[in-house]
């Protein structure tokens, strides 16, 4: 079995002691597999006392402000451009209309827009922002937001072939920020559904990110084609060896009739899950497993319209998750905070059946119907320029 590149390390020195009870205040998985790393990255250990105390303290932020009525996720989810280099089969965020093909209805956020979003979330809150798109890096200086924010962690998402010489150099003082480069399995399967290519070019930047210090990992978009692929213990060792200690494993979810996404057996993801959770019990060897929405259960169903998370579209629209394309804000027009306290969110919050998944990897798509009917009541619109959601019709799709 190839060894992990973040050994166990079984004497912890003192700022590692410090680290490990700071981290396990986070997620108790937390210290076995970052104290490693921090050990043979020193320079990052200041950050991590850093976003610690940080964490503590948005923790205490967002239950003074539920005290208040209001729920502030802590990670907000940051669509940041609708530019993409690739054209993959079944991209999630072409089909709700986020970004390749949309009409350019609204003038998109620029990188002043996205520092007064992160800074308006950080004051109420927020500790974590994703950092996905399109492409992240089709948007020119974006590294250099995480900069203006060390206190705030950032989880980028990058297919890994727009990184500019610029971007690595950036990112060599981003003490704050770890970037996961998208892989679908082997060569074979990634080249299939991201083009000839990418599967080297993704491997290329994972090398170059990891000898600059930053902190890597995987995301994999799991899929009838590729289950069977992760489900081996082995392969998840093998390129994690190369990645780095963190891998998201995302199921890939169907937008409609027509979609072409073949849905994965029961008795595969059931399987892949078990595999999983190996993988994350590992005494040695373990790695830092995200499955979604398979984790989603341990918080109670979805994690959605700001129980988690939340998520900003291209060109500022507030919805409840990036699957789901359907706003009654924008901060172009609105406050972070006004966006969260929408009417919207709590309304999916307090409706129980609504983040149920049915055995669907969505609950907003499961219930699909009932979510809409009731985005038209309160007069929501769809985002990327479709308009208003049209009540009637969506009534009849709620009961049919």
Same mark, same amino acid.
């Given at each position: 079995?190839?060894?992990?590149?973040?050994?166990?390390?079984?004497?912890?020195?003192?700022?590692?002691?410090?680290?490990?009870?700071?981290?396990?205040?986070?997620?108790?998985?937390?210290?076995?597999?970052?104290?490693?790393?921090?050990?043979?990255?020193?320079?990052?250990?200041?950050?991590?006392?850093?976003?610690?105390?940080?964490?503590?303290?948005?923790?205490?932020?967002?239950?003074?402000?539920?005290?208040?009525?209001?729920?502030?996720?802590?990670?907000?989810?940051?669509?940041?451009?609708?530019?993409?280099?690739?054209?993959? !089969?079944?991209?999630?965020?072409?089909?709700?209309?986020?970004?390749?093909?949309?009409?350019?209805?609204?003038?998109?956020?620029?990188?002043?827009?996205?520092?007064?979003?992160?800074?308006?979330?950080?004051?109420?809150?927020?500790?974590?922002?994703?950092?996905?798109?399109?492409?992240?890096?089709?948007?020119?200086?974006?590294?250099?937001?995480? +900069? +203006?924010?060390?206190?705030?962690?950032?989880?980028?998402?990058?297919?890994? !072939?727009?990184?500019?010489?610029?971007?690595?150099?950036?990112?060599?003082?981003?003490?704050?920020?770890?970037?996961?480069?998208?892989?679908?399995?082997?060569?074979?399967?990634?080249?299939?559904?991201?083009?000839?290519?990418?599967?080297?070019?993704?491997?290329?930047?994972?090398?170059?990110?990891?000898?600059?210090?930053?902190?890597?990992?995987?995301?994999?978009?799991?899929?009838?084609?590729?289950?069977?692929?992760?489900?081996?213990?082995?392969?998840?060792?093998?390129?994690?060896?190369?990645?780095?200690?963190?891998?998201?494993?995302?199921? +890939?979810?169907?937008?409609?009739?027509?979609?072409?996404?073949?849905?994965?057996?029961?008795?595969?993801?059931?399987?892949?899950?078990?595999?999983?959770?190996?993988?994350?019990?590992?005494?040695?060897?373990?790695?830092?497993?995200?499955?979604?929405?398979?984790?989603?259960?341990?918080?109670?169903?979805?994690?959605?319209?700001?129980?988690?998370?939340?998520?900003?579209?291209?060109?500022?629209?507030?919805?409840?998750?990036?699957?789901?394309?359907?706003? !009654?804000?924008?901060?172009?027009?609105?406050?972070?905070?006004?966006?969260?306290?929408?009417?919207?969110?709590?309304?999916?919050?307090?409706?129980?059946?609504?983040?149920?998944?049915?055995?669907?990897?969505?609950?907003?798509?499961?219930?699909?119907?009932?979510?809409?009917?009731?985005?038209?009541?309160?007069?929501?619109?769809?985002?990327?320029?479709?308009?208003?959601?049209?009540?009637?019709?969506?009534?009849?799709?709620?009961?049919?």
């Amino acid at each position: 079995m190839p060894e992990l590149a973040v050994p166990r390390t079984k004497r912890p020195s003192r700022h590692a002691s410090g680290i490990e009870r700071l981290l396990e205040d986070v997620d108790p998985n937390l210290p076995r597999i970052f104290v490693p790393w921090a050990i043979q990255h020193p320079r990052h250990l200041p950050a991590f006392f850093r976003l610690a105390r940080a964490h503590r303290q948005t923790c205490r932020m967002r239950d003074e402000a539920l005290e208040r009525g209001m729920q502030v996720p802590p990670f907000l989810v940051l669509s940041v451009t609708s530019r993409c280099n690739l054209r993959c !089969t079944g991209c999630f965020a072409s089909a709700v209309g986020i970004t390749i093909g949309a009409p350019a209805a609204k003038k998109p956020l620029g990188l002043a827009d996205w520092q007064r979003v992160i800074g308006e979330a950080s004051e109420a809150g927020v500790m974590g922002f994703i950092i996905a798109g399109g492409e992240p890096f089709m948007l020119p200086g974006i590294a250099t937001l995480f +900069q +203006q924010f060390p206190d705030r962690m950032f989880l980028v998402f990058t297919n890994g !072939t727009a990184l500019r010489d610029r971007d690595y150099e950036t990112l060599k003082s981003c003490r704050n920020t770890a970037v996961v480069v998208s892989l679908e399995g082997d060569r074979e399967l990634t080249d299939e559904r991201r083009g000839s290519g990418v599967y080297e070019s993704a491997l290329r930047s994972l090398d170059r990110l990891r000898k600059a210090g930053v902190l890597t990992g995987l995301s994999v978009t799991v899929a009838a084609a590729n289950i069977d692929y992760w489900t081996d213990e082995k392969k998840i060792d093998a390129l994690m060896a190369r990645s780095g200690p963190l891998a998201f494993f995302i199921e +890939q979810i169907p937008t409609g009739e027509g979609d072409g996404i073949v849905a994965i057996p029961e008795e595969k993801r059931s399987r892949f899950r078990e595999t999983v959770l190996r993988v994350r019990s590992r005494e040695t060897g373990a790695a830092y497993l995200v499955h979604s929405p398979a984790d989603e259960e341990f918080f109670g169903g979805c994690v959605s319209a700001g129980r988690g998370f939340a998520h900003v579209t291209p060109t500022g629209d507030v919805t409840a998750c990036p699957f789901s394309a359907l706003a !009654t804000h924008n901060v172009s027009t609105s406050t972070v905070s006004e966006a969260l306290a929408g009417s919207f969110f709590t309304m999916i919050r307090d409706n129980g059946p609504m983040l149920a998944t049915h055995d669907h990897p969505c609950a907003l798509s499961a219930n699909a119907g009932t979510l809409e009917s009731m985005a038209a009541s309160l007069g929501a619109y769809r985002t990327g320029g479709a308009g208003p959601v049209p009540e009637r019709k969506l009534v009849e799709l709620a009961v049919g």
